[in-house]
């Protein structure tokens, strides 16, 4: 039996959790004979380059899509003593590696306890604090919700590797791209998908192309009208009341009210994904002059289904 084989022997789980730095690289370069510099750089990955978070934008945080940077996970972890900071970490919710100016975190859990993606970027130096929230399909993959204290111009990114893959498929996984020099504290949430019956966290319009009721418009109309094609697409609706403001422009939410009747002449301003085969409809007791959603009509979009 040769080294290669031993290696193959040590199981993922008994390394879990363990940091690996400089030595412990270059004994695996070692035994794969693959030279460092053959790694690709994120910054050449095709996409890569695509929706990039800047951090310093995003201090007092919203949601951002941000770009991809493709992870190369390679073995298990290894443990190197005494050689300075750990160049990559793995427990069994995450696998991180330091690769040409990023960190790639490789999710290996998107159900586990969130504190575990914390846990192993706080390993590597980086003070990032990871949910994964269920998002609705669309969303899958994507950074949906950013905020931090004294966060630099560092990007950050999210998607699927490898690039273009179906996340939920069989080779496919979710990475966060951290860039190196990354300072202060974050908090991210990073959308994975759904469990049956879970209520999505981030709410997709329902009406734009692949949405649930994509090619129908409901803004507007009477809720007996939505309601019908609701019913004929085989979904059911949610309510959630809504109070426009003077003018139409904006609008508020009594929490009171949420258990009100919802009468088939209210009118409903939009339509969002609830849950998988569920779509909450955004209405009012009365109809005013300009949709509250949005101040205004609401933008055209691509309802084709």
């Excluded at 309601?227 to 609008?251: M, S, T, W």
């Excluded at 969002?272 to 509250?292: D, F, I, M, T, Y």
Aim: charge should be negative.
């Amino acid at each position: 039996m040769n080294e290669l084989s031993d290696l193959a022997r040590v199981r993922d789980e008994e390394l879990a959790g363990r940091a690996s730095g400089a030595g412990a690289r270059a004994l695996l370069a070692s035994v794969t004979a693959t030279d460092p510099a053959d790694l690709p750089d994120p910054a050449t990955v095709p996409g890569a380059g695509r929706r990039r978070l800047r951090t310093r934008r995003m201090v007092m945080g919203m949601a951002a899509t941000a770009a991809l940077a493709a992870a190369i996970v390679i073995g298990p972890s290894f443990v190197d003593i005494g050689s300075g900071p750990a160049t990559s970490y793995a427990n069994s919710a995450i696998e991180i590696e330091q690769r040409g100016g990023w960190w790639i975190a490789k999710v290996r859990d998107p159900f586990a306890d969130h504190a575990l993606y914390g846990e192993a970027f706080r390993a590597v130096g980086v003070d990032l604090d990871m949910e994964l929230v269920p998002v609705t399909p669309d969303r899958v993959g994507e950074i949906v919700q950013f905020g931090g204290q004294d966060t630099n111009d560092k990007a950050i990114g999210g998607g699927a590797e490898p690039e273009g893959c179906t996340i939920g498929q069989e080779g496919c996984f979710m990475v966060v791209s951290v860039e190196e020099g990354f300072t202060g504290h974050g908090t991210l949430k990073f959308g994975r998908p759904a469990r049956p019956g879970e209520v999505y966290q981030s709410h997709g319009t329902a009406t734009r192309k692949g949405g649930m009721l994509a090619g129908f418009r409901v803004d507007e109309r009477p809720v007996r009208e939505v309601l019908a094609e609701v019913r004929r697409r085989g979904l059911k609706a949610v309510f959630q009341i809504i109070e426009p403001n003077p003018g139409g422009d904006g609008y508020g939410m009594n929490p009171a009210r949420q258990s009100e009747k919802v009468g088939g002449d209210w009118i409903v301003w939009e339509a969002e994904a609830h849950q998988e085969g569920v779509v909450r409809l955004l209405v009012s007791e009365k109809r005013v002059a300009k949709n509250p959603v949005y101040g205004g009509p609401k933008p055209r979009q691509d309802t084709s289904e």
